[in-house]
C-alpha cells in the first residue's frame, strides 16, 4: 500500500493561542509537516517563496500587510498553493473580497479541528472548504444575485455551452459529482472541462471560477 502524500503546511496568524493550536493539530497528522509559522505577512512572504508548501493558512486579520494583501500576493508568487483562509469574520463581504484575492478556502476560527484538517486536504486536492454557515451564505448569495457583493460585469471569454452547463450547475451549489451525475458525463470528464475553464477565466479555483461567470455579464 502506497504511503500518504505528504503536505506541507506554513501558517499566518498573529493570535498566539491560536497560532499554538494550529502549530499542534498540524502537527499531530502523519501527513503533515508544518512548513513553518508567522505572526505577521512581512516576517511570512519571504519566507513562503522559498518553501513552496503546499498549503498556507492566511487570517485576515493581521498587523501591517493585511491577509488579504497576503492571499493576493502568494497566489500571485505561488500559484500551486493552496490558500485557505482561517478567521472570526463570515460577513459577505469579507468572504468574496478574500475568494477573489486568491483563497482556495474559508474556513471560521472556532471549527472543529477535525474541519480544518479535512479543509486542508480538501483545499491542496483541488476543493474549495467552506465553513458550513459560510457555504449557505454563499450559496443563497449565488441564488439571490443582485444581492452578492459584486464587480462591474466583464465580458467572458467564450466558453462552449458544455462549460456554462457545468458553470450554471456549480453556482446552484451542486458540487462537480453532482454537477458531473446531472449532465450525464463522468467526473472525470468535468475535471477535464474545469481544467479548461479555469484557464479561459484565468483562475485558480472553483470557487473563483463560479464568481467570475457570476460577475460577467452574461447576457
Given at each position: ?193 474545469l481544467k479548461q475553464i479555469y484557464r479561459k477565466l484565468q483562475v485558480r479555483t ?10 460577467a455579464d452574461r447576457r
Amino acid at each position: 500500500m502506497p504511503d500518504p502524500i505528504t503536505l506541507r503546511i506554513g501558517i499566518i496568524e498573529d493570535d498566539r493561542f491560536t497560532k499554538t493550536m494550529l502549530e499542534k493539530l498540524v502537527s499531530k497528522q502523519p501527513d503533515f509537516i508544518l512548513a513553518g509559522s508567522w505572526s505577521t505577512g512581512e516576517d511570512a512572504l519571504p519566507e513562503l517563496a522559498q518553501l513552496s508548501p503546499d498549503v498556507v493558512i492566511v487570517d485576515l486579520e493581521l498587523p501591517g500587510i493585511s491577509g488579504e494583501d497576503c492571499l493576493r500576493a502568494l497566489s500571485a508568487m505561488l500559484p500551486a498553493t493552496a490558500l485557505v483562509v482561517l478567521t472570526v469574520h463570515n460577513e459577505a463581504e469579507r468572504v468574496f473580497s478574500a475568494l477573489r484575492a486568491g483563497a482556495n478556502g474559508y474556513l471560521v476560527k472556532g471549527a472543529p479541528p477535525a474541519e480544518i484538517i479535512a479543509g486542508l486536504r480538501a483545499a491542496r486536492s483541488g476543493g474549495s472548504p467552506l465553513s458550513p454557515d459560510v457555504a449557505t451564505m454563499v450559496i443563497k448569495a449565488f441564488r439571490k444575485g443582485p444581492a452578492m457583493p459584486s464587480k462591474p460585469a466583464i465580458p467572458l471569454p467564450s466558453l462552449t455551452p458544455r462549460e456554462r452547463q457545468i458553470l450554471d450547475r456549480l453556482a446552484k451549489g451542486l458540487v462537480p459529482k453532482e454537477a458531473a451525475s446531472e449532465l450525464n458525463i463522468s467526473y472525470e470528464t468535468l475535471r477535464d472541462y474545469l481544467k479548461q475553464i479555469y484557464r479561459k477565466l484565468q483562475v485558480r479555483t472553483r470557487t473563483e471560477a463560479v464568481l467570475r461567470y457570476l460577475d460577467a455579464d452574461r447576457r
